[in-house]
């Protein structure tokens, strides 16, 4: 049997894949499953031992990452016994339980090889890509984009030999997570993000150090990720408690659960949080997480030639969007003059997002309603 381990995106896993012409191992289980159930009895309600049955042959069988979750404790603790009771020429595995990835590494009768995602990563070239946008895709942040900068540039000339982690703070909505997007769409990768002012649920400990190998966890969702490029949005917002599952991380590159481990030196993590002081965020995260940010970028408050821009900038991207005839409505209820009578009482890009779409609403339903 030839095994292929991937660790990767399902894009990556994919392009190493037969075509349409392989056995989904959720239907093996299945089918396991029923030969093992099948009993035959005589006459008399006795059960009847079957001859040895035919061992079945499959070209190829593939588990895609979400494929584990649907087999049972019994199949992931004994994998390799269930895998070898079939004749399979080709065994392709996407992110495998370690557990699983351990034991098929260690059976003589199988030839292993590992295979990981092509993460893009950066050079010079892209640096000089996100200098030469940067001001256009964020606006008023000059300060915290020459520290990002800085900071990319170590990456590009490989003077990390670990992830560059990064904590951008300052208030909602100025243009941090606008600047992570922005390095994720430099590479054309899709910004990997996760909220954690969500994670606060008793699930919350299991998802960060791992459960039961049929649970979501962060592990997990780290090695599907199909960007290098991190934001782990309000950070600060968990409990202390759990920042130690990120020592490792933020140290080396690593990431280990329960279930897991994620390998991912060459990443760039970008953590954010609302506090307008680094004391500030020193004492609610504490020493130990703090010293590990390779840089800690604050965001200033948008100016008013700033918050101008954003607003014409939205308002033409908004505008764009909206049929001929809704067009001439805006136009018609001079929509533009009185969001921009505005400039003086907004702050940030999401309340500026938010009236503009909210006046186009209020001009339309009065038209057309």
């Known amino acids: 049997m030839n095994v292929k381990i991937f660790y990767g995106g399902a894009s990556g896993f994919r392009k190493i894949l037969p075509e349409d012409d392989y056995k989904p191992i959720v239907d093996l289980a299945i089918l396991d499953d029923a030969r093992h159930r099948k009993i035959k009895v005589d006459m008399e309600g006795n059960r009847i031992e079957d001859d040895e049955e035919d061992v079945l042959h499959f070209d190829n069988v593939v588990a895609f990452s979400d494929d584990y979750p649907s087999l049972s404790e019994s199949t992931i603790e004994s994998f390799t016994n269930f895998v070898l009771r079939y004749d399979i020429d080709n065994l392709y595995l996407q ?34 890509k996100i200098k030469a946008g940067f001001s256009k895709a964020v606006i008023g942040q000059e300060n915290a984009q020459k520290r990002i900068l800085a900071a990319l540039y170590n990456v590009a000339k490989c003077r990390y030999n670990k992830p560059c982690v990064m904590l951008f703070y300052g208030s909602t909505g100025v243009g941090k997570t606008e600047s992570a997007k922005f390095i994720a769409d430099s590479l054309n990768e899709n910004l990997f993000r996760k909220q954690f002012s969500m994670l606060h ?88 997480i703090f010293s590990r940010f390779d840089a800690i970028i604050k965001f200033d408050k948008l100016d008013a030639i700033a918050i101008q821009k954003i607003m014409e900038n939205e308002f033409k991207k908004q505008y764009s969007a909206l049929e001929k005839s809704e067009q001439k409505i805006i136009d018609q209820y001079n929509i533009k003059d009185r969001v921009f009578s505005l400039v003086t009482r907004l702050d940030n890009a999401r309340q500026i997002r938010k009236i503009i779409r909210e006046s186009f609403s209020a001009a339309l339903i009065q038209e057309l309603l």
């Open 95 to 128: 992110n495998p339980p370690d557990s699983v990835a351990k034991h098929i590494q260690e059976l003589s009768c199988v030839d292993c090889t590992l295979d990981s995602q092509d993460y893009k990563v950066i050079d010079m070239d892209l640096l000089r």
């Open 201 to 288: 649920s008793e699930g919350f400990s299991s998802y960060i150090f791992g459960g039961k190998h049929n649970q979501n966890s962060l592990a997990k969702e780290l090695l599907e990720r199909e960007s290098n490029v991190l934001l782990f949005d309000e950070f600060d917002k968990p409990h202390p408690v759990f920042h130690s599952a990120f020592y490792q991380l933020f140290d080396e590159g690593i990431y280990v659960d329960k279930n897991f481990t994620v390998k991912m030196k060459d990443s760039i993590i970008i953590c954010t949080s609302n506090y307008m002081s680094e004391k500030e965020i020193k004492t609610a995260l504490g020493e130990p």
